[in-house]
């Protein structure tokens, strides 16, 4: 469906920083998120150095706390979250054939607040590393529990706390967008239950974005106060109790891990449908488990903290509660597994990364279902296993996705397909990487190696040694797709994409030309 | 051009979402180095923290005005469309039900601290060793008016002022919807009558909050003297800056009356208003009930 009257898009500097348009802005935030991924990737890669040979290498313990957490805080919120909402931008519109999204000048707020946001945090980390004095960047974790961040926290504290609350304003805004867009901007006939289910887990996961962005925007507020105003949130002598951040904090943080991976569900059952030539079975399961994993995610956040002290009760609770969870995620990847039963399958990339992510990502989940299990917890947790646990749901899940992605609408996007030679290498690389990164952390985990030290007892130096190698190795990986994305969205170079670039896939994005005009569904489609 | 009404409308490219954002790098930056600078937790040595977060707030209220105002023409212009009325509306919902949720993380933090860390820290439950070893002479009771530390504070009645507030606001809900019903009837003249009524009440009940914390520093309820009255200012100060911003989104969209902005079909700006004040009324008897009643 192709549409004549096509506006000319601005251009120069203006187009990129005044943008009210659905595909620049997703633009910007891919982009952003993959710059955010490298430099996340560099302090890991600090992390690796220092953890290649027992004993201190390269960077003081207090460095290497300051690595540890903003590596993470940059991961998950620079680089994961943005690129799901970056993809969220492109797709949601073209998904449901709406001309834009509904609130297109807010939407190009919530982009430009995160680079705002992370300028205050990289600067942190850039400050520590090359200023005068080597002021310490946040060194808490990125969980950055109460009191280390509040009766310890460092001066950068302050600047971090602030910059959470942009990150939040930003996440707010576009989880707004979102939903406003998928209930009030779909074309005539998309009823909601035959929005494709990347539609549908971003309009569940924007929800939980709205209910617990202002969560954390609480916690970090008693923070500041905390330090400064003489309160007692999580002072125990005033009558407060650092346990109280914890469960603020979860209260959110669970949630937000089921904000990481609720778009990679859509993903995935978008692609693997495509590539086994039948449609997603269980749809409408699909869309229910969605529902009730992100209800769930909200009664199951003190998982994190059994060993912590609670009552039995409610340790109890938490328990049920989590490994009710595994049911509806199991439900999925039945499904996916399923949709391939008798598929005519074929395995171009987009199609590896998800199957890759199905076997990967079960792999964390069942982790995840051993970590649930309080007593079994009290052993592992704040070990390596909970570290191979969330990088592998993480990393080989959310991630992945992200790569599956990236390959299966790049050609929208750019007109021109990706080059497959490297495709190819990217991938092969990157799974082989990332297996022998996080596989061997669950037997260091399990021999109690703790997570978060710059140091370790001599017996873990030969997993140590050959978890560096899969760091540095995946790192040097991921230089393969900037190539890859280098070349199909500024050469563009590469085969000429049709519309439908694959063979027949579902979906209103197919029936645009490739790569999508400026504005798409002016007119909007009927959908039958 | 009859078509062109009946397609959603999306703006031109616009500088403001960009200039928002450097406004809030400003009140990020100038924020948290105008704290450090006059508290004394880290040494920050610089001067400028202030200067910094001043121009942040104009920017940001320059900002906001310029942006709305191009919204206002739109409107005014006819772009808007049903559709888009829904858009608005909608995204007005969430943003309050966000807002709902900040307000929860503070009440979760007052029954936690309520219900179980106070009794804990008593000896309540398996906790008689952590009373015993920690602070043997601290005793539990709510409003916490020794902390374990021994620094003493007072509580905050509720038949006083803040039985008044609420009265106050209660009444504003009312005269505001007063006004809501005369704007669906195209009264203008009650429009104008009742909406001012609202915003001299919103303004005595701002006046009598800002006496209530006169008065409670008076009698020894301060911010730094354990977690009752830290719970107390959080919350009442959140609720009352956020009192603060709706009686300016009221005071804008009376202005907006007065120059006839609104009809009976196109007021969304108005109703936004509207519920945001209703929203703060119904935190405000939340409050009442959990921080100075019960
Ligand atoms: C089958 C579902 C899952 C279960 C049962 C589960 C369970 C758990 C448990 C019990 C912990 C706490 C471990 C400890 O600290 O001792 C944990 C940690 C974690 N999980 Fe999961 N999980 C699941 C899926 C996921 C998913 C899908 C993600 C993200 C995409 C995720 C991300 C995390 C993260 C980031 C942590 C570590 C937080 C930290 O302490 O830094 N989990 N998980
Ligand atoms: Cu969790």
Redesign the pocket.
């Known amino acids: 469906m192709a549409d004549h009257h096509e506006h000319h898009a601005p251009t120069g500097l203006k187009r990129w920083l005044f943008s009210t348009n659905h595909k620049d802005i997703g633009s910007l935030y891919l982009w952003f998120s993959f710059i955010m991924f490298l430099i996340g990737g560099l302090l890991a890669m600090v992390i690796r150095t220092e953890l290649l040979y027992p004993g201190m290498q390269v960077v003081d313990p207090d460095f290497f706390n300051q690595m540890t957490t903003t590596h993470g805080l940059i991961m998950v919120f620079g680089a994961v979250m943005p690129a799901f909402v970056g993809l969220a931008n492109w797709m949601i519109p073209l998904m449901i054939g709406a001309p834009d999204m509904a609130l297109p000048r807010m939407n190009n707020w919530s982009f430009w607040i995160l680079p705002a946001a992370f300028a205050i945090l990289v600067s942190s980390v850039l400050m520590s590393a090359f200023g005068p004095g080597h002021p310490q960047a946040p060194n808490f974790g ?2 950055f529990y109460a009191p280390l961040s509040t009766t310890y926290g460092p001066a950068s504290t302050d600047f971090f706390i602030l910059s959470v609350h942009m990150m939040g304003i930003s996440s707010i805004m576009g989880a707004i967008n979102v939903i406003v867009t998928v209930l009030n901007m779909r074309a005539p006939g998309m009823t909601m239950m035959k929005m494709p289910l990347f539609v549908w887990t971003w309009l569940i996961t924007a929800f939980l974005l709205i209910a617990v962005m202002p969560v954390l925007a609480g916690a970090v507020t008693m923070m500041l106060t905390d330090r400064h105003f003489g309160t007692s949130f999580f002072n125990a002598a005033g009558g407060g109790d650092p346990v109280l951040f914890q469960h603020i904090f979860w209260f959110f943080g669970h949630p937000e ?2 904000i ?2 609720l778009p990679a569900f859509g993903v995935v059952s978008a692609i693997i449908p495509t590539f086994a030539r039948k449609p997603l079975f269980g749809y409408a399961s699909m869309v229910y488990a969605t529902g009730s994993i992100a209800l769930l995610s909200f009664v199951v956040w003190a ?2 903290m ?1 060993a912590v002290g609670m009552p039995l009760a409610g340790m109890l609770f938490f328990m049920y509660m ?1 490994m009710l ?2 049911v509806p ?1 199991g439900v999925k990847v039945f499904n996916w597994v399923a949709t391939m039963w008798r598929g005519s399958l074929t395995f171009e990339l987009p199609m590896k990364w998800a199957i890759a992510f199905v076997i990967l990502f079960t792999i ?2 069942l982790s ?2 051993m ?2 299990i309080t007593p079994a ?1 009290i052993q ?3 070990s390596y296993f ?1 570290v191979a ?2 990088h592998y ?2 990393v080989s ?2 991630i992945f996705s992200m790569f599956a992605a990236v390959y299966y609408w790049l050609p929208k996007w750019t007109g021109v397909m990706y080059d497959k030679f490297w495709g190819e290498v990217h991938f092969w690389s990157s799974l082989l990487s990332v297996n022998l990164l996080f596989f061997p952390m669950h037997f260091v985990g399990l021999a109690g190696m703790p997570r978060r030290y710059a140091d370790y007892a001599l017996q873990f130096a030969d997993y140590n040694f050959w978890i560096s190698i899969g760091g540095f190795w995946f790192g040097i990986s991921q230089l393969f797709l900037l190539w890859v994305l280098i070349k199909a969205c500024f050469l563009k170079k590469g085969e000429k994409a049709t519309a439908e670039v694959w063979e027949n896939p579902e979906g209103l994005e197919w029936t645009v030309p490739s790569p999508a005009p400026f504005h798409t569904f002016d007119t909007p489609p009927v959908v039958k | 051009m009859a078509e062109k009404t009946t397609q959603y409308y999306v703006p031109e490219s616009s500088p403001w979402p960009l200039m928002g954002s450097i406004g809030l790098l400003l009140l990020a930056v100038g924020g948290a180095n105008f704290i450090q600078q006059h508290t004394d937790k880290v040494q920050n040595d610089g001067k400028l923290g202030g200067v910094i977060l001043a121009i942040g707030v104009l920017w940001m209220i320059g900002v906001m005005f310029m942006w709305w105002r191009d919204t206002v023409k739109e409107s005014l212009g006819g772009l808007h469309s049903h559709q888009m009325d829904r858009s608005y509306r909608q995204g007005m919902i969430w943003f309050i039900f966000s807002e709902v949720m900040f307000f929860g993380a503070f009440f979760g933090a007052l029954f936690y601290t309520r219900w179980l860390i106070v009794p804990w820290l008593g000896g309540a439950g398996s906790n008689a060793m952590t009373h015993e070893l920690l602070w043997p002479n601290f005793q539990a009771m709510w409003p916490l008016l020794v902390a374990p530390d021994g620094r003493t504070t007072a509580a905050m009645g509720a038949w006083g002022l803040p039985a008044i507030n609420t009265a106050i606001l209660l009444t504003s809900s009312i005269t505001l919807t007063i006004a809501h019903h005369a704007l669906l009837a195209n009264q203008r003249g009650k429009v104008i009558a009742f909406q001012a009524a609202t915003i001299v009440l919103a303004v005595i009940f701002l006046g009598l909050q800002a006496l209530e914390y006169v008065h409670a520093y008076h009698m020894g309820l301060t911010i730094d003297a354990g977690i009752y009255g830290s719970l107390f200012f959080l919350m009442t100060g959140f609720h009352g800056a956020h009192v603060f911003l709706g009686t300016i989104f009221m005071i804008v969209t009376f202005l907006r009356v007065l120059k006839g902005h609104y009809t009976p079909e196109n007021h969304f700006a108005w109703e936004a208003a509207a519920w945001y004040w209703h929203f703060v009324d119904v935190v405000w008897l939340f409050l009442f009930v959990a921080v100075y009643w019960l």
């Open positions: 990125w969980t891990v089921y990481m991976i998982h994190h059994f989590t969870i595994s995620t964390g989940g995840g279902l970590l649930a917890d592992y947790h704040d909970v646990h969330f749901v993480l899940g959310a």
